[in-house]
């Protein structure tokens, strides 16, 4: 079939118009064109947070979340293309990381963040990546062996934290008279506990296993307790930023169904880790199992 004239001059238009759309749909806005401008990524960091994210002997930051977290700044930095990206660490604590992600201070909170359906109210959340129980830390000669034998003893807990207001309601509700400490981060809430003033400490499992090794004597304290709820940690990015969150979720869920996360947990979990070299032991429940093979982004509450 011979074109004519007119039919030529469409084609080149009509291939001029789709890539124009293609383009277009590929323009970036929101954090994306926020570190694409500035050539520089916010990345919020726990520096004490073992095995997530904390500081090293060479005071870099280390950790399963950091590990994750450098797979989303690769797939950031091409598409930003952006290969020599800046990347700046803000440490962050419970009671500002969220305020800190609003505001622009950070643009991704990479650390040990519960996703709570209140919390949707204040900033986004990735795809999950860890599910820990909430229990009690405490000394093996303590006589503390689940919550109700904290009645009429001192007990720490994060400021900020899901276990926190846990602790205040159970005190309220079960009349149990505990004199509740609020402690600005893991390595503050150990201390306390290492010296004495409270009975345990309460938090995310993991999160005290990790305090555990840090001891001079680890064996000298125990993991104790029925959980009192389920936390699915997220990484935190502003609300209402579709393409950023999409981009986070798919190489987070990439990670996960492509099986590179068993090498990850295993790296942190069941082997030596600085600073002490000392192994969690930390296998993977069947919960996590569930979470990698279908990854999502929901809440337990």
């Known amino acids: 079939m011979r074109l004519t004239t007119r039919c030529i001059r469409i ?10 759309i293609g383009a277009q749909a590929q323009a970036l806005d929101g954090t994306l064109k926020k570190i694409q401008d500035s050539n520089t990524i916010l990345i919020g960091v726990r520096e004490s947070s073992i095995p997530f994210s904390y500081r090293d002997s060479k005071n870099e930051i280390v950790g399963f979340s950091a590990d994750l977290c450098s797979r989303v700044i690769d797939a950031v930095k091409k598409k930003t293309g952006k290969p020599n990206l800046d990347i700046k660490q803000i440490p962050v604590t419970s009671q500002n990381r969220t305020s800190l992600v609003q505001n622009g201070s950070v643009d991704l909170e990479c650390g040990v963040t519960t996703h709570l359906k209140s919390r949707e109210q204040q900033t986004a959340f990735s795809t999950t990546f860890f599910i820990a129980g909430t229990r009690l830390l405490t000394n093996v000669k303590s006589g503390v062996k689940d919550f109700p034998d904290l009645a009429g003893k001192s007990v720490i807990t994060n400021a900020g934290t899901t276990s926190e207001r846990i602790l205040r309601k159970m005190n309220d509700e079960k009349k149990m008279n505990m004199n ?36 001079q004597k680890p064996d000298d304290w125990v993991v ?3 959980p009192q709820s ?72």
Do not use: H
């Open 11 to 20: 084609i080149p238009l009509a291939l001029t118009s789709l890539l124009a």
């Open 180 to 215: 509740v400490i609020s402690g600005k981060d893991y390595g503050e809430s150990f201390l306390t506990l290492q010296s004495g003033r409270v009975a345990a400490f309460m938090m995310d499992d993991v999160l005290l296993a990790g305090a555990r090794t840090l001891a």
């Open 224 to 226: 104790t307790g029925t």
């Open 230 to 301: 389920f936390e699915a940690y997220g990484f935190m990015l502003r609300r209402d930023d579709p393409q950023f969150k999409k981009l986070v979720d798919d190489t987070m869920t990439g990670v996960m169904k492509s099986g590179e996360i068993k090498a990850l947990y295993a790296k942190w979990f069941e082997k030596a880790v600085p600073p002490k070299n000392l192994n969690f032991n930390f296998p993977m429940n069947d919960q996590l199992k569930a979470l990698y093979a279908n990854p999502n982004d929901n809440p337990f509450e």
